[in-house]
């Protein structure tokens, strides 16, 4: 079946880091994959869609310069959580299908800023 | 827009007892609707799907169907089992899934030996 690796599963960095997370669907291409943030107990709040060779499509309330998506290839999209500071400290998980079937999800990055 | 609402939890059962979590969507058009489960620490994996009205998704013992009529896909099993203990989110989408997902807010099961 569809396989998404996302990369690292967890992160501990001070405050004004920069963190970069990968996702990698590895036996599919993906034109679209999608980012979302899970806050604890609660649901997953889409951010952005991530779009290859072009602009990523972020959700209202969602800044961009602050949570850059670049998805170079067809196989790879990363998130970069810039100077991050502890309000983004989240649960970040990424997601990706080949065509027209369910999304399958990436294990997720838990992301902690000191 | 699209929404989904899914019945607040936490669900505490013991083993063998039967389950069921309701989910309720709102969607223009006719939308995929899907149950993801999470377990601790862990991202989300689809435990079943349907993509059309009276469509039944089963698996592990899990069904849903999808009521058109009555705007639902609730979750049930028969006799749950401890390492069914996870978060379970309904979710729908369009073109069978592959776009994005609107999500319900999650319900905790934990199910006790």
């Known amino acids: 079946g569809a396989v998404v690796s996302q990369h690292p599963s967890r992160v501990i960095c001070k405050s004004g880091t920069s963190v970069k997370i990968e996702c990698r669907s590895l036996?599919?291409?993906?034109?679209?994959m999608f980012w979302y943030r899970q806050f604890p107990k609660q649901s997953l709040m889409l951010m952005a869609t991530s779009n290859e060779g072009s602009k990523a499509t972020y959700e209202q309330g969602v800044e961009k310069d602050k949570f850059l998506i670049n998805h170079a290839s067809l196989t790879l999209s990363t998130l970069t959580v810039t100077s991050a500071h502890p309000e983004d400290s989240s649960f970040y998980i990424c997601s990706a299908s080949p065509s027209n079937q369910p999304q399958h999800f990436g294990d997720g990055t838990r992301l902690s800023i000191l | 827009g699209d929404s989904v609402t899914q019945m607040e939890g936490p669900v505490t059962l013991s083993e063998e007892a039967f389950l069921t979590i309701n989910c309720t969507y709102t969607a223009t058009g006719y939308p995929s609707l899907f149950w993801y489960v999470q377990y601790p620490g862990e991202g989300l994996q689809l435990l079943l799907k349907a993509t059309k009205a009276d469509d039944k998704g089963s698996n592990k013992g899990f069904e849903a169907t999808y009521r058109k009529e009555t705007t639902s896909f609730h979750l049930e099993k028969g006799s749950v089992q401890v390492s069914d203990s996870a978060v379970y989110f309904c979710a729908l989408s369009g073109q069978g899934g592959s776009e994005k997902l609107v999500f319900g807010k999650g319900t905790k099961l934990t199910v006790n030996p």
């Open positions: 036996d599919f291409q993906a034109t679209t």
